[in-house]
């Protein structure tokens, strides 16, 4: 990922300052981001460069490795849907793991749920965690709550160990497959998953961009139907801007074959939605979400 140059939103000025974008790019196209002033946080880990910006006009933003993990005008988007679909397509949630997720967002919205009784987070890199609690607290305002039990290690070796039947729901909040998150990409990590999920277990994944990044969501589909079997898994999309593309997917897949979609209670959603005053997801966008475009369903055609 690399800082390159790019119009600046005064259309009076014909000045260009490099200095003053992060560019997110796949070596084919690119999303640009105007930062104001010098970044707020950066350190490298042992892992990733983990850096803190403010925009002008979509609050702070965290990137690793010059790849944006949120920000804090769209977050709401991705971490809402990650966690309420699979939470109002199944009943009797109380254990829950989560892989990655170290900005604390989709710990936030899984807490809201006060039927869930246990959240276990791995999160590798320390780093991550404590630059989101220093500067996005309104993101990370539940890495502290009394049911999570957070962890800094290896996702994919507490996986691997874990007992099975463990788990009712396992969310894979992971950045793209490179680096430390690569490894949560393999067959061999979602057989881990399958293992330590309960009989009616269900798996909530970030599955990268049909779009920005089509060679690994495809690769992710293949992989997740040789392991949870072709009618138990379901991509579905979510729209966020500061993500390149917009147009970002997330799957759900389940032990038991249930349709996401069908399996909705709408009438518990609606009422969580307004009670919340949740920012993105409702029943409808649940229902929504799930209608690919003809091109995305003949990506992953068996």
Same mark, same amino acid.
Request: aromatic share 10%; glycine share 6%; proline share 5%.
């Given at each position: 990922?690399?800082?390159?140059?790019? %119009?600046?939103?005064?259309?009076?000025?014909?000045q260009?300052?490099?200095?003053?974008?992060?560019?997110?790019?796949?070596?084919?196209?690119?999303?640009?981001?105007?930062?104001?002033?010098?970044r707020?946080?950066?350190?490298?880990?042992?892992?990733?460069?983990?850096?803190?910006?403010?925009?002008?006009?979509?609050?702070?933003?965290?990137?690793?490795?010059?790849?944006?993990?949120?920000?804090?005008?769209?977050?709401?988007?991705?971490?809402?849907?990650?966690?309420?679909?699979?939470?109002?397509?199944? @009943?009797?949630?109380?254990?829950?793991l989560? #892989?990655?997720?170290?900005?604390?967002?989709?710990?936030?919205?899984?807490?809201?749920?006060?039927?869930i009784?246990?959240?276990?987070?791995?999160?590798i890199?320390?780093v991550?965690?404590?630059? @989101?609690?220093?500067?996005?607290?309104? #993101?990370?305002?539940a890495?502290?709550h009394?049911?999570?039990?957070?962890? #800094?290690?290896?996702?994919i070796?507490?996986?691997?160990?874990?007992?099975?039947?463990?788990?009712?729901?396992?969310?894979?909040?992971? %950045?793209?497959?490179?680096?430390?998150?690569?490894?949560?990409?393999?067959?061999?990590?979602?057989?881990?998953?399958?293992?330590?999920?309960?009989?009616?277990?269900?798996?909530?994944?970030?599955?990268?961009?049909?779009?920005?990044?089509?060679?690994?969501?495809?690769?992710?589909?293949?992989?997740? &139907?040789?392991?949870?079997?072709?009618? %138990?898994v379901?991509?579905?999309?979510?729209?966020?801007?500061?993500?390149? %593309?917009?147009?970002?997917?997330?799957?759900?897949?389940?032990?038991?074959g249930?349709?996401?979609?069908n399996?909705?209670?709408?009438?518990?959603?609606?009422?969580?939605?307004?009670?919340?005053?949740?920012?993105?997801y409702?029943?409808?966008?649940?229902?929504?979400?799930?209608?690919?475009?003809?091109? #995305?369903? &003949?990506?992953?055609?068996?």
């Amino acid at each position: 990922m690399t800082t390159s140059t790019a %119009s600046t939103s005064d259309t009076t000025s014909t000045q260009f300052n490099p200095s003053e974008w992060v560019i997110d790019s796949n070596g084919k196209s690119a999303l640009s981001i105007r930062i104001k002033g010098d970044r707020i946080f950066k350190e490298e880990s042992p892992f990733q460069t983990v850096e803190v910006f403010d925009t002008y006009d979509r609050g702070k933003m965290l990137t690793i490795d010059r790849m944006v993990m949120c920000t804090e005008s769209d977050e709401a988007n991705y971490h809402e849907m990650i966690v309420h679909v699979p939470m109002f397509a199944n @009943s009797g949630i109380k254990d829950v793991l989560v #892989i990655g997720a170290g900005d604390g967002g989709t710990i936030r919205e899984l807490v809201r749920h006060p039927g869930i009784e246990r959240v276990t987070m791995v999160e590798i890199d320390e780093v991550v965690v404590r630059a @989101s609690k220093q500067f996005l607290p309104t #993101i990370s305002s539940a890495l502290e709550h009394p049911k999570l039990n957070l962890l #800094i290690d290896d996702g994919i070796k507490f996986v691997k160990e874990a007992k099975e039947n463990s788990y009712d729901l396992v969310i894979i909040d992971s %950045s793209d497959p490179v680096g430390p998150s690569e490894g949560l990409f393999t067959q061999s990590f979602y057989e881990d998953v399958f293992r330590c999920l309960r009989s009616h277990g269900t798996v909530a994944i970030q599955s990268e961009s049909p779009l920005f990044h089509p060679d690994a969501f495809v690769d992710l589909n293949k992989c997740l &139907k040789q392991v949870f079997g072709v009618d %138990s898994v379901h991509p579905y999309l979510v729209f966020i801007p500061m993500y390149p %593309s917009g147009m970002w997917s997330l799957t759900y897949c389940s032990k038991q074959g249930n349709h996401p979609v069908n399996n909705c209670d709408r009438e518990k959603a609606a009422q969580f939605t307004l009670e919340h005053n949740l920012r993105y997801y409702n029943p409808d966008i649940h229902q929504a979400a799930f209608a690919l475009p003809g091109y #995305i369903q &003949k990506m992953i055609q068996v």
